[in-house]
């Protein structure tokens, strides 16, 4: 198939996962097209199977606000033209699958009728998708799109919660590739972070207030009170000059390290004992499903879709948002011992293995494939029937 991905460019966890998934389909043999406005963080390597299109606006001096979505429509509409691509598939709806609606509408003129899968993926429902600002048009291009998935049965409720959606919504798990997350020996980073031995605790995020890395620090705090330590903040954003003030206030520097955002993750998770996602809301939570591929138990919140990544108990703990004390506690229990974080560590593993790409990519390809039949035979929208009216007609 010729497949075109929208995405945020970044290292969000939507950014990433549509990267990842664009690449998985490249190495199946698809023509992978993605059209953003930098090339994606972690679209590094090269295939011949997968073209990069830079959305590029012009700067005008009356534009305050460049009209970003309308050079991305426009360069959707000269993609779709003549790279002849079969679908379209946006992550995280504002303003993806309005946008990729409004090339839909353009095509059409064309008798060109292109299918639009959106994959919600979190804050896009969660927090911003419901704010009166954008609401009505996050309900509506939702609505218009010719399939529709999430991330976890979590973000589907919650989106049949806040809108009023004629669609179904598939659920289809965010995955992790095991090519590059696993647990490989980086010893000398080891030695290097933690020189007597102490526990590496870890956490990476983008620092936005919604991932509590408040909370992170305040349990480390208790954590090292007990048990020698090390934690790795990864990532970066708006709360880490507070929390970095956090640390000097309460004597921790020399014990947390700031490493800023990382290219290789992997490396780091690899000599980490825990992981802490402590979050107020997650659709999902990539990142600890990440950690679990390196064999690093999580203790996170029980917010969102955490309870469908993390099995209390087993794979790590859940507690109650801001339950430092809980969450600590639990913390102290799985480092204590080593037997026991020893079989957290296969148990996060095992966990992890139902997320395989390899079990998860193929749900996409038989997604696309349903959507690009029913969009053939007609059982799609109004606009659909009026392409093949047109069509017949001329
Ligand atoms: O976590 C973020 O703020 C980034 C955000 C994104 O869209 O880039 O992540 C969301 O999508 C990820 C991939 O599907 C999920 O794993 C995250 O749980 C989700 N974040 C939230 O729901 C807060």
Do not use: W
Not at 31 to 48: C, D, G, K, Q
Not at 176 to 182: I, N
Not at 190 to 201: D, F, S, V, Y
């Amino acid at each position: 198939m010729n497949i075109g991905i929208v995405c945020y460019p970044t290292f969000g966890g939507s950014g990433v996962v549509a990267t990842e998934l664009g690449m998985g389909l490249a190495k199946r043999g698809h023509n992978v097209h993605f059209i953003t406005y930098r090339r994606p963080a972690r679209l590094s390597t090269f295939h011949e199977n997968v073209f990069y299109h830079e959305v590029t606006g012009e700067d005008y001096p009356l534009f305050e606000f460049p009209p970003y979505d309308t050079a991305l429509a426009s360069k959707l509409v000269e993609v779709v033209k003549f790279e002849k691509l079969d679908l379209l598939h946006v992550h995280y709806a504002i303003p993806h699958a309005a946008v990729a609606y409004m090339a839909k509408k353009i095509l059409l003129r064309d008798g060109r009728y292109v299918p639009v899968i959106t994959t919600l993926h979190g804050t896009d429902i969660t927090l911003v998708g419901t704010n009166p600002a954008f609401q009505p048009v996050v309900e509506f291009s939702i609505s218009k799109s010719d399939g529709v998935t999430a991330v976890s049965n979590f973000l589907r409720d919650e989106t049949l919660r806040h809108f009023n959606i004629d669609n179904d919504i598939k659920v289809i798990y965010n995955f992790v590739d095991f090519e590059r997350f696993r647990k490989i020996d980086k010893d000398h980073f080891k030695k290097a972070i933690a020189p007597n031995g102490e526990r590496i605790l870890a956490h990476t995020s983008n620092f936005r207030k919604v991932k509590r890395v408040e909370d992170v620090v305040r349990v480390f705090q208790k954590v090292y009170e007990k048990i020698p330590s090390k934690l790795l903040l990864i990532g970066d954003g708006p709360e880490r000059r507070h929390i970095e003030d956090l640390c000097r206030q309460i004597g921790l520097c020399d014990e947390v390290r700031f490493l800023g955002k990382q290219d290789a993750v992997e490396e780091l998770l690899a000599i980490s004992d825990l992981f802490f996602i402590p979050s107020e809301s997650e659709s999902f939570g990539l990142a600890a499903l990440e950690a679990m591929a390196c064999e690093v138990p999580v203790i996170s919140s029980n917010s969102g879709g955490l309870p469908e990544v993390n099995i209390h108990g087993k794979t790590g703990f859940m507690s109650d948002v801001g339950d430092v004390a809980a969450m600590a506690s639990h913390a102290i229990t799985i480092l204590s011992d080593e037997e026991v974080l020893q079989t957290f560590r296969k148990n996060a593993l095992e966990q992890a293995e139902r997320f395989d790409i390899r079990h998860i990519l193929p749900q996409y390809e038989a997604y696309y494939e349903e959507v690009v039949e029913r969009a053939a035979v007609g059982f799609t929208n109004d606009d659909l029937r009026f392409t093949i009216a047109r069509n017949r007609k001329s």
